[in-house]
């Protein structure tokens, strides 16, 4: 059985648009990073790193699931870079 490498078109930066995502609805929501961090059960210091630092530190699924819930949005508008 023959197996070939078939191409694919990945996004290097989606870090980023999840970090600026994760901005953008926090402030639609009217919500502070401290308020965030609360919710999600997380330090102050890591929401802030992780709108601040750009895409350079990421964040689990489990984080992101807990974000998507209190920013009332569902995750996959965290992916789209189109908004």
Do not use: H, W
Request: proline share 1%; glycine share 4%; with cysteine.
């Amino acid at each position: 059985m023959t197996t070939f490498k078939r191409n694919f078109s990945f996004n290097d930066n989606f870090m980023l648009t999840i970090s600026n995502n994760i901005r953008k609805y926090r402030l639609k929501a009217g919500i502070t990073q401290e308020q965030l961090a609360v919710d999600i059960g997380r330090s102050y210091d890591f929401v802030r790193r992780l709108e601040f630092k750009k895409g350079e530190i990421g964040c689990s699924l489990e984080t992101l699931y807990k974000i998507s819930v209190v920013l009332n949005q569902p995750m996959y508008k965290f992916l789209k870079d189109d908004e």
